[in-house]
């Protein structure tokens, strides 16, 4: 069998590392592991991820793309009412705080917003991922409100 050999990471899609020599017995080795890979003639797959079909199954490659997510401020006052939104997600955008997903976008809405009322001690990191993207972070920074002054 001709080509070379392309391991990927199933929730990416990102090739972690090839193989030279596509042989039958490597093939079996990797179906037997139940590792995800493709074979492929391409000499240079940098900067690229595999394509997957509905069922699950390799059938090409595509460049790896970058949401282009803006956010509306850089800090956030921590009492549950300040919020702060990021816009310009890709539909199928998982989204997580401190490393726990807690949403994912769709066709009709691109936007997440939230307060930090919760997180007001952590500064915490909002994560964008999505297959065939590269992983975006932002760091939040959470401020205490302004407390009213007595005279």
């Known amino acids: 069998m001709a080509g070379n050999i392309y391991v990927y990471d199933r929730s990416t899609g990102f090739i972690l590392y090839s193989v030279d020599g596509a042989t039958p017995q490597r093939i079996q080795n990797l179906k037997k592991r139940n590792i995800p890979f493709i074979v492929s003639n391409r000499a240079s797959l940098l ?28 800090g956030i006052f921590a009492d549950g009412h300040d919020t ?10 998982n989204v997580s705080i401190n490393k726990h ?14 307060t930090v009322n919760g997180y007001s001690t952590t500064n915490p990191t909002v994560e964008f ?20 002054t007595y005279e």
């Open 47 to 74: 900067n690229q991820y595999v394509v997957t079909s509905n069922t699950g199954e390799a059938i090409g490659f595509d460049d790896i793309k970058t949401q282009n997510i803006v956010k509306d401020k850089e």
């Open 84 to 93: 702060i939104t990021f816009t310009g997600l890709a539909a199928g955008t």
């Open 101 to 114: 997903q807690v949403w994912t976008s769709n066709s009709t809405d691109t936007s997440f917003s939230f």
């Open 129 to 148: 991922n999505r297959y065939g993207y590269r992983k975006q972070q932002f760091q939040i920074i959470t401020m205490m409100p302004p407390q009213p």
